[in-house]
């Protein structure tokens, strides 16, 4: 799929994996738009890569926030792309606490409505604003990457609401490329695995002595330009469909 000339949102881009991801698309010719809800960096990143990009306030629990992103996005070319690399509210804990108290059910609910309803949400609206543009070739309408997480396959120990969302979005990966392929339009995940961003307020080196030393190879947390690198890879590729791929440095996550 061609990015040059056309256009892209990436929900969560002034984060971490999202700026990362905005930039290799803006780096490739791609008019991004920045779909977040932090404001001041949204807007300084959209500056900082000039006349590529557009900040636009999204949250991905409310529809009427993707659809003006979208048409920000068709204002400058059809829409190609859209990548999920939001953030949002994690419950944390066992099932049950060390009082025999079960955890609360609605932390479970906030941590699915980000994270895999937002997702979903992202993914049924872009896709449809794809649906009806017209095709570039064999490369088709459009291309969706969402964000997983390892923690979708092998979660730890007090993850049960993250695991389910995460696993979630792994689940829908291959059933919505059959659902969309028709109208040319591929669907692709990725699970990344421990990566070091402004997040953990701490210098890299640091977060990877405390953090990194359980990876294989390379010996380090992930970096996000590492990931949006990936991306960009994944939507240049036609014949990858249906598929998550994990960036992890061959790391699994243990109980713990």
């Given at each position: 799929?061609?990015l040059?000339?056309?256009?892209?949102?990436?929900?969560?881009?002034?984060?971490?994996?999202?700026?990362?991801?905005?930039?290799?698309?803006?780096?490739?010719?791609?008019?991004?738009?920045?779909a977040?809800?932090a404001?001041?960096?949204?807007?300084?990143?959209a500056?900082?890569?000039?006349?590529?990009a557009?900040?636009?306030?999204?949250?991905?629990?409310?529809?009427?926030?993707?659809?003006?992103?979208?048409?920000?996005?068709q204002?400058?070319?059809?829409?190609?792309?859209a990548?999920t690399?939001?953030?949002?509210?994690?419950?944390?804990?066992?099932?049950?606490?060390?009082?025999?108290?079960?955890?609360?059910?609605?932390?479970?609910?906030?941590?699915?409505?980000?994270?895999?309803?937002?997702t979903?949400?992202?993914?049924?609206?872009?896709?449809?604003?794809?649906?009806?543009?017209?095709?570039?070739?064999?490369?088709?309408?459009?291309?969706?990457?969402?964000?997983?997480?390892?923690?979708?396959?092998?979660?730890?120990?007090?993850?049960?609401?993250?695991?389910?969302?995460?696993?979630?979005?792994?689940?829908?990966?291959?059933?919505?490329?059959?659902?969309l392929?028709?109208?040319?339009?591929?669907?692709?995940?990725?699970?990344?695995?421990?990566?070091f961003?402004?997040?953990?307020?701490?210098?890299?080196?640091?977060?990877?002595?405390?953090?990194?030393?359980?990876i294989?190879?390379?010996?380090?947390?992930?970096?996000?330009?590492?990931?949006?690198?990936?991306?960009?890879?994944?939507?240049?590729n036609?014949?990858l469909?249906?598929?998550?791929?994990?960036?992890?440095?061959?790391?699994?996550?243990?109980?713990?």
């Amino acid at each position: 799929m061609r990015l040059s000339g056309n256009s892209v949102i990436v929900t969560g881009g002034a984060g971490g994996l999202g700026e990362a991801t905005c930039r290799a698309l803006a780096a490739a010719g791609a008019a991004v738009v920045v779909a977040d809800v932090a404001d001041d960096k949204g807007k300084a990143l959209a500056d900082d890569l000039g006349g590529n990009a557009t900040y636009v306030k999204v949250d991905v629990s409310e529809p009427e926030d993707i659809t003006a992103a979208i048409a920000a996005a068709q204002e400058r070319g059809p829409l190609r792309a859209a990548v999920t690399a939001h953030g949002g509210y994690v419950l944390a804990g066992r099932i049950v606490k060390k009082d025999n108290s079960p955890l609360e059910l609605q932390g479970f609910r906030d941590t699915l409505e980000p994270y895999l309803t937002g997702t979903y949400n992202v993914m049924r609206l872009a896709a449809a604003a794809m649906a009806a543009s017209e095709p570039e070739g064999e490369s088709g309408r459009g291309v969706i990457v969402t964000t997983a997480s390892i923690a979708g396959y092998e979660g730890q120990i007090g993850q049960v609401p993250y695991a389910a969302a995460k696993g979630g979005v792994i689940a829908m990966t291959l059933t919505a490329a059959r659902d969309l392929a028709p109208m040319g339009i591929r669907v692709l995940t990725i699970a990344p695995g421990t990566f070091f961003t402004p997040a953990f307020g701490m210098p890299e080196e640091q977060a990877t002595e405390h953090f990194g030393q359980g990876i294989p190879f390379p010996k380090r947390m992930g970096r996000p330009a590492e990931y949006g690198h990936l991306v960009e890879s994944m939507i240049a590729n036609d014949y990858l469909n249906g598929e998550v791929i994990r960036i992890d440095g061959a790391h699994r996550f243990g109980p713990r």
